[in-house]
């Protein structure tokens, strides 16, 4: 009891350390997907892959087999493009900060497997994985 009472400061201090470790495990807890997990997901359960960049952004580079919904249209066309809501889905746009969004979107309509690629397209091509141009 001495030991804690005279290193109080000390424990305080391993205490919010460890919770600040801890944190991030739980807050990514939502479906970030790394560049390579996301490939295993498209070659072993056929996970589609929807870009939610604009047009204009897709066309200069997306993931292969991407289908393009932008952010602002994926509530209303979501449900055509991918009617099997068992399938996995992984959300991808530049910086993975819009696929975040679309993310609680998906989740919404009833997409439980929908994940969202961490970084984006930039950690695609980071990991050296193709783009296609339309």
């Known amino acids: 009891m001495i030991f804690i009472l005279d290193n109080w400061m000390l424990i305080a201090v391993a205490l919010v350390s460890g919770s600040l470790l801890f944190w991030p495990l739980v807050k990514g807890a939502g479906g970030g997907l790394s560049a390579a997990a996301a490939v295993q997901l498209m070659n072993r359960e056929k996970a589609v892959v929807i870009d939610v960049c604009e047009s204009d952004e897709f066309a200069l580079g997306h ?13 209303e066309k979501l449900p055509a493009a991918v009617k099997n809501k068992a399938l996995p889905v992984i959300l991808v746009c530049q910086s993975g900060a819009r696929s ?21 397209l930039a950690a695609w091509k980071a990991a050296n994985l193709p783009i296609e141009k339309s």
């Open 63 to 75: 993931v292969g087999a991407a289908k393009n919904i932008p952010l602002n249209q994926l509530e």
């Open 100 to 120: 975040n969004r679309a993310l609680a979107i998906a989740r919404k309509l009833g997409y439980e497997q929908a994940q969202s690629l961490s970084g984006g």
